[in-house]
């Protein structure tokens, strides 16, 4: 994350003391609150079986637990990079392939979770039969497959071409420092590039199928299409990660001087704040959720 001389060299420019433990309380509080916030709703969830038949819930549950497996992993090599600078590739690689995965099934689940609104809302009455539990269940086996097979050609391809001697060798964790092969930089701009149209235009598909379809003004109607923007506006934070090549220049380009202190905020956007809507979403917005939610906070701070 340091920037590159005029030579093509990288030089670090090291936070100041309190400025890193600034940064490392800022990501380690919000990191954790948001952790724990999931937990009640995991909870929730397993403590009452009207979620266990609801594809929406099911969804949302994976992605919360997707999201706390990302959060962790994220937090993990935040603070790695602070307080141990450099991991040894072969500790570094299984933290970075599981970050990219959990972070490329976000927007996939996102964009199952807006089709299964469009279909309670513009085909009701098929809803039931469309929208089952088992199919719930192999759309997220599909969601982890896809990003698999995304990902693990990053592995591959690196233990095909690099000695082994690398692989014991310590680097500051990226993904780019951990699977270095141009070929794979390549391999990842053209898939971003596939992901990004494809999951925009299915965002947009089903906002504009639900807003045109349901032309009455019903509440359900009115709360689906609100639903929609929220999943895109996530969409949208969760996907900047796929430009990030060139935002990472651009930030070079305009703040020189700020460069370390602009990649922090593009963290916290990018991979903190995204994971921060979902519960906003089903835990607070669902009348349903909500109803449990509260039950089960009363539970918690209520006398025993």
Not at 63 to 72: E, F, G, K, P, T
Not at 109 to 120: D, G, I, Q
Not at 227 to 250: D, S
Not at 270 to 287: C, E, F, H, N, T
Request: proline share 5%; with cysteine; aromatic share 14%.
């Amino acid at each position: 994350m340091s920037a590159p001389s005029s030579n093509g060299s990288f030089q670090f420019t090291p936070d100041s003391l309190s400025k890193a433990v600034v940064k490392n309380l800022v990501v380690l509080a919000i990191g954790l609150s948001i952790n724990y916030i999931n937990v009640g709703l995991m909870y929730t969830f397993c403590k009452h079986q009207i979620f266990y038949l609801n594809p929406r819930y099911i969804l949302f549950f994976h992605l919360v637990v997707n999201d706390m497996i990302q959060m962790s992993v994220s937090i993990i090599l935040f603070v790695a990079s602070y307080t141990l600078s450099v991991l040894r590739v072969s500790v570094c690689a299984p933290f970075v392939l599981l970050a990219v995965i959990t972070a490329e099934n976000t927007p996939l689940n996102l964009a199952c979770m807006a089709a299964e609104c469009y279909v309670a809302v513009c085909l009701p009455l098929r809803h039931s039969r469309i929208c089952t539990v088992r199919r719930t269940l192999v759309l997220i086996a599909l969601i982890w497959t896809t990003s698999l097979v995304s990902t693990f050609p990053d592995l591959l391809v690196t233990l095909a071409t690099q000695p082994p001697e690398f692989f014991s060798s310590r680097i500051f964790c990226l993904r780019e420092r951990a699977f270095p092969s141009p070929m794979l930089a390549q391999k990842r701009d053209m898939t971003y590039i596939v992901y990004l149209v494809l999951l925009w235009w299915v965002i947009f598909f089903l906002y504009f199928k639900i807003l045109f379809t349901a032309k009455t003004a019903s509440k359900d109607a009115k709360k689906a299409r609100r639903t929609i923007v929220l999943h895109g506006f996530q969409v949208l934070l969760c996907m900047a990660m796929y430009a990030e090549a060139p935002v990472k220049m651009a930030v070079l380009r305009w703040f020189p001087k700020h460069y370390i202190d602009s990649l922090f905020a593009c963290y916290i956007v990018v991979q903190v704040l995204p994971r921060a809507i979902s519960p906003i979403i089903y835990g607070v917005r669902d009348k349903c959720f909500r109803k449990y939610l509260k039950h089960f906070l009363r539970c918690k701070s209520g006398p025993r």
